[in-house]
């Protein structure tokens, strides 16, 4: 939130891996994506994370370095652990933030976090005593209300979606599941305004790759074909979508098909 005290205080010593602006010598297992430490209130402030291991990582192992507990999702079956390149967002007011980013395909996962400061903080994974990962910021490390991607320093608002997937090998080399496709892509963003946000996706493919733009009820608005080797941003018409909420992009080449939903605001 804007303009608010910082009431869970700063981290306190010596973080084992900073990957935020500088080189680690190997992927952690579990990495920050995204901070959203200012968002335009009431939206609540969240953060992302990434499970780059290639195997389910128990959720009660792990905890944020400056605070007591750990990670928890209750009583909820099948859900207590993070599935292998699985991305889940941590706010401490999940009704609220999925009111504001709309998709039911994004895990969500409820924490008392405290306040992040606005102009001066930093988090940290730990699994025990160990740091897994961190991430610092300050008042020019991105322009508030928007959030950031701490591997690339710049402001991100793709909850859900890893832009960067394609280059993480995770955990010892563990490739993920989008490096296996026959295609890469990339979106501009996964919340949109109704004829003011452009819509931009990036794919790179040695063949050819079907790209649709679909309704909340899955009906086709828009479709093109981007031919191999094409390696460029694309812009997605909005002008056939007559309304607020959500839609779906569609990618395709043969029978592999990636859907990814996107938020329209007005």
């Known amino acids: 939130m804007l303009n608010k005290e910082n009431r869970s205080g700063r981290l306190i010593g010596v973080l084992l891996c900073f990957c935020g602006f500088a ?23 969240w953060v992302e994370i990434y499970n780059a291991s290639g ?16 990670w928890s999702v209750g009583k909820t079956r099948g859900k207590d ?3 292998p390149f ?34 001066a903080g930093s988090l940290a994974i730990c699994k025990g005593d160990t740091v897994i990962d961190s991430v610092a910021w300050d008042k020019n490390t991105v322009t508030c209300p928007s959030g950031f991607n701490p591997r690339t320093g710049r402001a991100e608002n793709t ?6 997937s394609v280059q993480d090998r995770g955990h010892k080399g563990a490739l993920s599941r989008e490096q296996t496709a026959p295609f890469t892509f990339r979106l501009s963003t996964r919340v949109l305004r109704l004829n003011k946000t452009p819509l931009r996706v990036y794919v790179e493919s040695g063949q050819t790759v079907t790209l649709k733009l679909l309704d909340s009820a899955g ?10 080797y094409t390696n460029a941003w694309l812009n997605v018409p909005l002008r056939p979508l007559s309304d607020i909420g959500v839609v779906y992009i569609s990618l395709s ?6 859907l990814v939903g996107l938020l329209v605001r007005p």
């Open 219 to 228: 009906r086709e608005q828009w479709k093109t074909n981007v031919p191999p």
């Open 55 to 70: 195997r389910r990582l128990p959720i009660g192992e792990y905890r944020f370095c400056n605070r007591a507990k750990n």
């Open 253 to 258: 080449s043969g029978r592999y098909e990636k």
């Open 23 to 45: 080189f680690c010598t190997e992927v952690p297992e579990l990495y920050f994506t995204e901070i959203h430490h200012c968002p335009v209130e009431p939206e609540p402030e």
């Open 86 to 119: 699985e991305t889940v967002l941590f706010s401490r007011d999940t009704l609220l933030l999925r009111e504001y980013i709309g998709f039911r395909d994004v895990r969500l996962i409820q924490y008392a976090m405290g306040y992040l400061n606005n102009t």
């Open 159 to 164: 909850p859900g979606f890893q832009k960067t």
């Open 81 to 83: 652990s993070i599935a």
